[in-house]
């Protein structure tokens, strides 16, 4: 049984970083390329990182890019968003998700398991 729990988020001011955490269990995480998506009220779920089963290759939509990191640890089956910079839009619950598909793929359909989300908050 895959499990992925989130932590790390909370309130913080902008300009601030938070380092989100995702420990996933279950057999075989170094097999699986990792994403992060977020949602605000509203909106739709919203890519927002991935990274590959060896952690050599990540993608970023432009949103995010040069602010956020995303990394892994295979031996501690943990994926981790390191988040600078933060604006008030980027306040969401935060997600994280196992692929299913190969390749960095950008589209939650591409994903079959999920966490239950942490909230970030970013003030103005």
């Known amino acids: 049984q895959v499990q992925l729990v989130e932590s790390g988020g909370g309130l913080v001011q902008a300009g601030g970083s938070l380092r989100l955490s995702c420990a996933a269990s279950?057999?075989?995480?170094?097999?699986?390329?990792m994403g992060w998506f977020r949602q605000a009220p509203g909106k739709e779920r919203e890519f927002v990182a991935a990274?590959?089963?060896?952690?050599?290759?990540?993608a970023y939509p432009d949103s995010v890019k040069g602010r956020f990191t995303i990394s892994r640890d295979n031996a501690k089956n943990t994926v981790y968003l390191q988040m600078d910079s933060l604006k008030p839009e980027d306040t969401a619950v935060y997600y994280c998700?196992?692929?299913?598909?190969?390749?960095?793929?950008?589209?939650?359909?591409?994903?079959?398991?999920w966490g239950q989300g942490t909230q970030v908050t970013v003030s103005s």
């Open positions: 998700a196992r692929s299913s598909t190969g390749g960095l793929a950008y589209g939650s359909g591409n994903y079959n398991y």
């Open positions: 279950g057999p075989s995480f170094n097999n699986y390329d």
């Open positions: 990274i590959s089963w060896s952690g050599g290759s990540t």
